[in-house]
């Protein structure tokens, strides 16, 4: 006798679409095909023909940096913001630790802990390398469960300074000893870069200050060019490649990027490109005219419709194989207490729009099919990480982590839709049609129609992997 039985369904499985359902059993998957050969359970649940869909593995998150940061913060948003995702379908996520010049393994454990009894949702935590110093504890982090080691390396200045690094921020030196030690520690460790060019921008930046530019949102792309991007990710993939350490880019943005990260593979490069649904599906302009301000202000910033074609078309191609949010707990009354300029950047929490956006621009524009969708959202993200398959597909013997999608619902993006901590979107209005109506964590529903049902949080911390067990 099996714990539940969803059928009736569309399963997407790592390789092809099955018409039935899956057999869940002690929160595992231990069936899965027509109706009529998953045997009897408990629960059975009719989803009326709507998509089984493996849960979101959201790989970038920023937990207690919003409106106040510190481990309090943190725990709060663990609490909250757990909750939004839980309603849009992620199962799994990712959570930087605070930035400082601290112990790395402090920082992991606090971040770890800030979790526990408090979250409905799975996580991991990447711990955030703010000195040089840092670099000879990533090895017991990594043997504790991290895998993921974050670097601001195009960051300089007093912005450097605010995320705890020294003026002149993540240099070359330090970003080559930095590889050194993960190479020598082995996968599934790997690094993951902010790439942007901290020397165009502070001249940029200058010039549209003094032209007293009004139209924030455009002036904030602009001061911020595409090929800035591509210099970062050009010096930091050298210098990882010398030591074999496949080098993982947050959120690209620009189109001039997409060339040099073909080319760099080209040349034997093992290069992980993510984009955000921000940047799939957002534009300067048109965040200008909705007068967002600073609740769009994010660096790299929301650029053009140029840009939002060229990271689709990656993204068709393969490209980009991973899709993150980089999400804040930012609330309005933060991002509404200062002038533009003076604001922290970051976007609120995004993932309330994630399926909807991925389904209505995606899917049902023809760019991308359901399983690429589960391979981007879910499953490339958990074998990067060393997880898979116990997490990041729906096939007998993973954790049974689901998300059932409605893909004829359709609606309007908006606050209306959140139940976190944000109060605002910066898609408000926006016209989507599939949206997640069901989310299970481990086998127990955490959440249906918008709204969560499980009794109390049980996400847990999850390792995987480790350096030693790989070898």
């Given at each position: 006798m099996k714990d539940i039985i969803l059928k009736n369904?569309?399963?997407?499985?790592?390789?092809?679409?099955?018409?039935?359902?899956?057999?869940?059993?002690e929160g595992r998957i231990v069936a899965i095909g027509e109706d009529g050969s998953l045997g009897q359970a408990q629960?059975?649940?009719?989803?009326e023909e709507k998509i089984?869909?493996?849960?979101?593995?959201?790989?970038?998150?920023?937990?207690?940096n919003g409106d106040e940061v510190g481990y309090d913060a943190m725990r709060e948003d663990f609490y909250l913001e757990s909750k939004e995702m839980a309603v849009s379908g992620v199962t799994l996520f990712a959570t930087t630790t605070l930035y400082g010049k601290g112990s790395l393994v402090e920082?992991?454990?606090k971040?770890?802990?800030?979790?526990?009894?408090?979250?409905?949702?799975?996580?991991?935590?990447?711990?955030?390398?703010?000195?040089?110093?840092?670099?000879?504890q990533m090895a017991e982090v990594a043997r504790q469960g991290c895998v993921d080691f974050k670097f601001f390396i195009g960051y300089k200045g007093s912005q450097a300074e605010s995320l705890a690094m020294?003026?002149?921020?993540?240099?070359?030196?330090?970003?080559?000893?930095?590889?050194?030690?993960?190479?020598?520690?082995?996968?599934?460790?790997?690094?993951?870069?902010?790439?942007?060019?901290?020397?165009?921008?502070?001249?940029?930046?200058?010039?549209?200050?003094?032209?007293?530019?009004?139209?924030?949102?455009?002036?904030?792309?602009?001061?911020s060019p595409g090929y800035g991007e591509n210099l970062q990710i050009y010096n930091a993939a050298v210098i990882a490649d010398q030591f074999h350490v496949p080098l993982y880019v947050v959120h690209v943005s620009a189109k001039e990027s997409i060339g040099l990260i073909r080319y760099l593979r080209s040349e034997g490069m093992k290069i992980i490109a993510e984009t955000t649904p921000a940047f799939l599906c957002g534009d300067a302009r048109e965040?200008?005219?909705?007068?967002?301000?600073?609740?769009?202000?994010?660096?790299?910033?929301?650029r053009f419709k140029e840009d939002n074609d060229a990271l689709w078309g990656a993204v068709e191609r393969g490209e980009i194989t991973v899709i993150g949010t980089d999400s804040l707990p930012y609330t309005s009354r933060y991002k509404d207490s200062a002038g533009f300029w003076e604001l922290r950047v970051g976007l609120n929490c995004q993932v309330p729009a994630t399926i909807p956006l991925m389904m209505t621009e995606g899917v049902?524009?023809?760019?991308?099919?359901?399983?690429?969708?589960?391979?981007?959202?879910?499953?490339?993200?958990?074998?990067?990480?060393?997880?898979y398959p116990q997490k990041g597909a729906i096939q007998v013997g993973s954790d049974a982590d689901i998300v059932v999608i409605d893909p004829e619902k359709s609606g309007r993006l908006g606050a209306d839709k959140l139940r976190g901590k944000s109060d605002f979107s910066i898609w408000e209005g926006r016209p989507v049609r599939g949206f997640p109506v069901m989310t299970f964590v481990r086998g127990q529903m955490v959440a249906r129609d918008g709204e969560i049902v499980a009794e109390r949080p049980q996400g847990r911390h999850v390792v995987g992997l480790t350096p030693h067990e790989t070898l």
């Open positions: 369904g569309i399963v997407v499985t790592p390789d092809s679409l099955i018409k039935g359902g899956v057999a869940i059993k629960e059975v649940i009719d989803v089984i869909f493996p849960g979101i593995f959201d790989p970038h998150f920023h937990l207690g920082g992991f454990n971040t770890v802990t800030c979790g526990v009894d408090n979250c409905f949702v799975d996580y991991k935590v990447t711990c955030c390398v703010s000195v040089e110093e840092q670099i000879a020294s003026a002149e921020g993540i240099t070359l030196g330090t970003w080559y000893r930095a590889c050194e030690e993960m190479a020598r520690i082995g996968r599934p460790v790997f690094p993951k870069i902010h790439a942007e060019d901290p020397w165009v921008r502070e001249i940029l930046l200058d010039r549209i200050r003094k032209a007293d530019r009004k139209d924030y949102l455009v002036a904030w792309a602009e001061h965040l200008e005219a909705a007068s967002l301000k600073g609740r769009a202000k994010i660096q790299p910033p929301i049902n524009k023809g760019k991308i099919d359901l399983v690429t969708m589960a391979k981007i959202l879910s499953t490339n993200a958990a074998q990067l990480y060393g997880i």
